[in-house]
T-cell receptor, first 113, second 110 residues
Framework: SQTIHQWPATLVQPVGSPLSLECTVE??????LYWYRQAAGRGLQLLFY??????ISSEVPQNLSASRPQDRQFILSSKKLLLSDSGFYLC????????????FGPGTRLTVT | GQQVMQIPQYQHVQEGEDFTTYCNSS?????IQWYKQRPGGHPVFLIQ?????EVKKQKRLTFQFGEAKKNSSLHITATQTTDVGTYFC??????????FGSGTRLQVQP
């Protein structure tokens, strides 16, 4: 069965510090991968998605970037965090027929202080 | 771009009362999905609706897709404390990525 891992689970970082969040998927090959951000009490904002190694589409311009160095690895990064980057970061992959639903990882709760 | 709006943002009900959340898209959708996120957890897929006017039931949950495929609703009959969480709709147009609504947070008082 497919599993999605994210780490760390929680993170507290000062403003201006770098960020690296990692997501890995097991049990599937060539998945479509996504990064979402959820601000406290708010909806899901799609940040990036990837259909393959090295292929990244950005949905929202900001100080975040994403990379996909391996088929089942998706990384979210920032060179300098802002207070507004605080939130719950969720990695997801798309299932197969018939629904192509999103399977979400456990998430990383980031607090920028 | 495509927008999916969801109302209400928050609802507090007494256990046993019914609950409904509504979802409206700015564009015609090819399908709509519903997710539930428990407090502190991640969203979990509930169901997908594809056909115009489609109605699906999961125990006390009833999902509807509008005739014009631009709106949807989730109705919970006789809420229980286990229904607490945030309910998201997510619409898809063609092969594009899902667009999630802003979610409705449901609080159920015992």
């Amino acid at each position: 069965s497919q599993t999605i891992h994210q780490w760390p689970a929680t993170l507290v970082q000062p403003v201006g510090s770098p960020l690296s969040l990692e997501c890995t998927v097991e049990g599937t090959s060539n998945p479509n991968l996504y990064w979402y951000r959820q601000a406290a009490g708010r909806g899901l904002q799609l940040l990036f998605y990837s259909v393959g190694i090295g292929q990244i589409s950005s949905e929202v311009p900001q100080n975040l970037s994403a990379s996909r160095p391996q088929d089942r690895q998706f990384i979210l990064s920032s060179k300098k965090l802002l207070l507004s980057d605080s939130g719950f970061y969720l990695c997801a992959w798309t299932g197969t027929e018939p629904f192509y639903e999103q399977y979400f990882g456990p998430g990383t709760r980031l607090t920028v202080t | 771009g495509q927008q999916v709006m969801q109302i209400p943002q928050y609802q507090h009900v007494q256990e046993g009362e019914d609950f409904t959340t509504y979802c409206n898209s700015s564009t015609t959708l090819s399908n709509i999905q519903w997710y539930k996120q428990r407090p502190g957890g991640h969203p979990v897929f509930l169901i997908q609706l594809v056909k115009s006017g489609e109605v699906k039931k999961q125990k006390r949950l009833t999902f509807q897709f509008g005739e014009a495929k631009k709106n949807s609703s989730l109705h919970i009959t006789a809420t229980q404390t286990t229904d607490v969480g945030t309910y998201f709709c997510a619409g898809r147009t063609g092969r594009r990525a899902l667009t999630f609504g802003s979610g409705t947070r449901l609080q159920v008082q015992p």
